[in-house]
């Protein structure tokens, strides 16, 4: 696959001060999710900076979509649609006295139609789970919806890219877990997300891929696993092992027989304790719990009500920020509302039922996490899809397509 | 800990906030220009009446809130009345008082007629200036004043600085704390040195926020353009024709008091 952003050999530094970047050479694939990560001062917010042609590096070349990047005005307002900022700062990027006027700030400058304009803010809105903010001032909103608006004024340009400097430095741990899920949503719908942080909980099950700097230097690249199961580099990028490998690593070193992978999540070490070392630490008298996976776009208040009475459950797990947004208004509250695929996989386990409200494409992302897993694991956890009438089993028709694309996507660079 | 927000803070949960802001200044300006037409103190004290009742009844503003922000421009102007009272010429003397041999201040019912003229004036005025800002935000206004043609380039700029105003109040507000947690205001000498400071920090910041508003700005493919909403609910024909007919009614009293 062609890379969509390649950067060779970029060199910056800020007047009277030691180099900012040195040697950066990278390149970056469509449909990836990178993590920079780094201590505070390893050169990361410069180098997201340059991606979008506000800082221009003192040497180097930066290749977007095959062609070389330019400075004059016009190539800049081409390159800075298709690669959007977003600053650690929300009160930094919303510009405008209201949230309506902010989100439009990018169309109306793209001189789009007064529709487009309309639309674009509108499916903008929409897909961060603003709606009905418009006509606040953006000094009434928590630091959450602050952070929502600000994404949201970049969406409305439709970019292909999306950098984020910082996502959730300001924000607090729920926050933190819901603007990640929603990243996570416009990744599934095709956006190529670059994050710089140095929560390396956050880096290490989040991302695809983890770019490691220190000194603006990049010292080490590769998937969370690799990038973190290397404790000279994590200790030279003034970073720490992430708490589930430590685990790991402390288990192992008691006699837990390991064959495969590193584990990113607390589902797969469950399922390495379970697999490799005891075969099962408890299988239930009924077997596994069900997963049952219900479309809230297509539902209204009493419907879910009328499920949720109809269908056994142990828990509820609400995903994707719209779908948060209906639970709040029909007075449901999520015993599950991060990492909630995984969870709910780890409950099937333990022979308990789950109920999972979401929307749009995520429902085909459970079937397609469970099927994968299942395979992967040779057990049966069972899926269903709710519906108003009854409930039926199996796989939504699109989701081989959706298994294929994304493991098209795991080969880097 | 923040009350810098509070007119803005009432006007965005008023009970009038979906009626439309033309319709809400009309009245409102009406008034003010009315008030200063009128020849004495029946008709504003009235205008000053009818509008509190709206501010209170239809907006829902809270009546003590209301009470309190009135309180202060009507202290100032209770004072310049007194002044102009027993200040003023005039023939019939009502009530005199000999403070010292040299100075003996008297009302005339002349004075005291100008005087509560110009008291009620400034109440009328008063309350029309805060029914506007009470029920319409600054936000809502932005729209209104491309509607009347106003040049983009003062909006835009009143725009930016209706943002930061928020910005800077709630930077100043920090920096004004960590002062106070350092004991900075203890001596007169001690706080004039701190506000000083306090000033010298809000520069700076203002400064890089400028910096920082540009490359936000660029980042968004900035063209000189700034979107305002312009797409308000439609006028409403009933609402602005009580207005009219308010208004005449108050042009009808002026006629009729003066003639």
């Given amino acids: ?413 | 800990m923040i009350g810098h927000d509070f007119l803005e803070e009432t006007a965005h949960h008023n009970a009038l906030l979906q009626v439309h802001p033309f319709t809400k200044l009309f009245l409102g300006i009406g008034s003010i220009i009315l008030v200063l037409l009128t020849p004495n103190y029946i008709v504003p004290c009235f205008l000053a009446m009818t509008l509190s009742i709206i501010i209170i009844v239809l907006a829902k503003i809270n009546l003590k809130f209301y009470l309190k922000l009135l309180g202060i421009p009507l202290s100032f102007a209770m004072l310049s009345a007194l002044v102009i009272i027993f200040l003023s010429e005039g023939v019939t003397e009502i009530w005199s008082v000999q403070l010292f041999p040299w100075l003996t201040l008297a009302a005339t019912s002349e004075s005291l007629n100008q005087g509560l003229h110009i008291f009620s004036r400034i109440f009328g005025g008063m309350c029309a200036l805060f029914f506007i800002s009470l029920t319409t935000p600054m936000t809502d206004l932005f729209g209104i004043m491309k509607k009347l043609k106003i040049p983009e380039l003062f909006i835009d700029l009143s725009m930016i600085i209706y943002r930061y105003i928020f910005i800077f109040m709630e930077k100043a507000s920090q920096i004004y704390l960590a002062q106070k947690m350092r004991l900075g205001y203890t001596r007169p000498g001690e706080a004039v040195r701190s506000y000083s400071m306090l000033f010298g920090s809000i520069f700076i910041t203002s400064w890089d926020a400028g910096e920082d508003l540009i490359n936000a700005m660029d980042g968004r493919c900035y063209n000189g353009k700034h979107a305002k909403i312009t797409s308000y609910n439609p006028v409403e024909w009933r609402t602005l024709s009580a207005v009219m007919i308010y208004l005449f009614i108050i042009t009808g009293m002026i006629l009729w008091t003066s003639g």
């Fill in chain 1, 1 to 413: 696959m062609e890379p969509l952003i390649e950067l060779k050999d970029l060199e910056y530094s800020y007047p009277y001060a030691t180099p900012a970047l040195s040697g950066i050479s990278l390149c970056i694939r469509k449909g990836e999710k990178i993590a920079l990560v780094g201590s505070n001062g390893a050169g990361k917010s410069t180098l997201l900076l340059t991606l979008n042609g506000t800082i221009r590096p003192d040497k180097g070349s930066i290749i977007f979509q095959g062609k070389p990047v330019s400075y004059d005005r016009t190539s800049l307002r081409k390159i800075r649609q298709k690669i959007g900022f977003v600053f650690q700062d929300p009160d930094v990027q919303i510009i405008a006295p209201t949230v309506w006027q902010d989100v439009a700030f990018g169309p109306v400058n793209l001189d789009y139609t007064d529709e487009q304009v309309r639309q674009s803010v509108t499916d903008a809105l929409h897909n961060v789970g603003m709606e009905g903010f418009e006509k606040r001032p953006p000094y009434h909103l928590s630091g959450g919806e602050k952070k929502r608006v600000a994404i949201a004024g970049i969406l409305a340009m439709d970019p292909e890219v999306l950098v984020l400097d910082e996502p959730t430095s300001m924000l607090d741990p729920a926050g933190s877990e819901d603007i990640m899920d929603l990243l996570d949503e416009l990744n599934l719908q095709g956006k190529t997300i670059i994050i710089s942080t140095h929560d390396v909980e956050l880096a290490f099950t989040w991302a695809d891929r983890i770019i490691l700097m220190e000194k603006g230097e990049i010292i080490g690249s590769g998937t969370p696993e690799e990038a973190f199961s290397d404790k000279e580099m994590i200790r030279r990028a003034r970073l720490k092992t992430p708490v589930l490998l430590e685990l790991f690593y402390e288990l192992k070193s008691r006699g837990l027989k390991t064959s495969e992978t590193l584990p990113r999540t607390v589902l797969d070490i469950i399922r390495i304790i379970e697999h490799d070392h005891h075969g099962t630490i408890r299988l239930p008298g009924n077997g596994y719990g069900t997963i049952h996976v219900g479309d809230v776009d297509k539902m209204s208040g009493t419907d879910v009500s009328d499920i949720l009475a109809r269908t056994s459950h142990d828990s509820i797990g609400v995903m994707g920020s719209r779908a948060k947004i209906y639970a709040r208004k029909w007075g449901f509250t999520p015993d599950i509302s991060y990492a909630v695929i995984d969870k709910c996989i780890l409950q099937a386990m333990n022979g308990r039922s789950s109920i999972i409200l979401t929307t749009g494409r995520m429902v085909t992302r459970v079937f397609e996490r469970v099927t994968i897993f299942n395979q992967a694991n040779d057990r049966s956890i069972p899926v269903r899809s709710l519906t108003l009438d009854n409930t039926t089993d199996g796989v939504p028709p699109e989701d081989n397509v959706a298994v294929q694309n994304r493991s098209l996507l795991k080969e880097s660079c």
